[in-house]
């Protein structure tokens, strides 16, 4: 049962530098996520699709781009990192965003900016 | 505009004992629902509990239940019979109805089982 698989497990980037952490979800939902979580801020919504072929921002959307390419996946882009980005960053999904259907999470991706 | 608030940074309990993690929220949205997460030293979030606004009872999962007091807007968790397998961060979340896409969490409670 892979559930959400999130690539790469690990990253350090020099500010400036671009990447794109992947995100696979094979439970056939509908909305997909993308948080990050820092030191005594718990997670914070930066963008979210309900659907395929939608995409919405959410509390912290700057310097962040999202692509959803299908149902199963949803890309999430910095241009060009900077160390305010260090974070450990987790890609959900969930069932239609219905009031009751549990987020499921990957395993994070812990992206350190230098 | 929704808020969790978990005032409890940390707790650290005896082995065996019940615990109570705090969780208050706030929103005018009148449908609303309430999750409880855990997260482990090894970093994945794992759903433990639900509660919807409209249910008349208190959810329970296992050692997990949730004390649900929506006229003091409250959600805590309380786990029975503490194992060492619960240290861990605990997150409290909320979903208003209107705003169905965003699930907006808590800042956590570091919680450490004692042996």
């Known amino acids: 049962n892979a559930g959400v698989t999130q690539t790469p497990k690990f990253q350090v980037l020099k500010t400036g530098q671009s990447m794109t952490l992947q995100c696979a979800q094979d439970?056939?939902?509908?909305?997909m996520y993308w948080y990050r979580q820092d030191p005594g801020m718990g997670l914070r919504l930066i963008y979210y699709s309900a659907s395929e072929g939608t995409t919405d921002k959410g509390e912290v959307p700057n310097g962040y781009n999202v692509s959803r390419l299908n149902k199963r996946e949803f890309s999430l882009r910095l241009e060009s990192a900077a160390p305010s980005q260090t974070s450990v960053y987790f890609c959900?999904?969930?069932?239609?965003?219905?009031?009751?259907?549990?987020?499921?999470f990957g395993n994070g991706t812990r992206l350190t900016v230098t | 505009a929704q808020k969790i608030t978990q005032t409890q940074p940390g707790m650290f309990v005896q082995e065996k004992e019940a615990v109570t993690l705090d969780c208050t929220y706030d929103?005018?949205?009148?449908?609303?629902?309430l999750f409880w997460y855990k997260q482990p030293s090894s970093g994945e979030m794992i759903f433990l509990i639900y509660?919807?606004?409209?249910?008349?009872q208190n959810a329970t999962e296992g050692r997990y239940s949730l004390n649900f007091q929506k006229a003091r807007k409250s959600a805590n968790l309380v786990i029975s019979a503490s194992q060492l397998g619960d240290s861990a961060m605990y997150f409290c979340?909320?979903?208003?109805?209107?705003?169905?896409?965003?699930?907006?969490f808590g800042q956590g409670t570091r919680l450490t089982i004692n042996p």
């Open positions: 509660q919807g606004s409209y249910d008349q």
């Open positions: 929103t005018s949205d009148p449908s609303y629902g």
């Open positions: 439970m056939n939902h509908n909305s």
């Open positions: 959900a999904s969930s069932e239609a965003g219905l009031g009751d259907s549990p987020l499921h």
């Open positions: 979340a909320m979903r208003e109805t209107r705003r169905a896409q965003k699930l907006v």
